[in-house]
């Protein structure tokens, strides 16, 4: 029974931890979202919606390779549709930034699961100033997807 007990507690610091961190990102608390979803993790790292947020926390305050990080131990960890979206949006919204490196790793983590964004991850490396890189790249998804419009546009 006096384990149970701890364990139960244990839980609801995780849990409280959790949903302290939602609470602060939807109250524009970046940094403190951080810690609480750092302190969450500790004990429940294989939790991938926490990892999600930790990456919006990041990437709210502009600490994009870190919200890449953490979107990347998300997504390996569980595929989730809408963090992936929410990967997406966050390329494009660095994209609008000129934060072209970062949009293209962004891009990088879902190619695989949404070929329709290899376009986007070739754009975003080319603005990058990584055209050797795009270039294979497209080369290799041309092999693939010989009659893809938006890759053929890209090629010309």
Known sequence: LGLDSLRNKG???ISDYFEAGIQALEDGAFALAQNHFESHLQTAPQ???AWA???LACFWQKAYSAA???WKTSLKSEWLPAVAENVSDSAFELVQESAFQHAADLYALLVERMPQLRGSLVWALR?????HQAEQLLQG???QDPHNLELRLLDS
Request: hydrophobic letters at 30%.
């Open 11 to 13: 839980e609801q610091a």
């Open 47 to 49: 939790d991938a919606e």
């Open 53 to 55: 947020n930790l990456a």
């Open 68 to 70: 890449c990080q953490h």
């Open 127 to 131: 603005c990058a100033n990584q055209t």
């Open 141 to 143: 998804y041309l092999k």
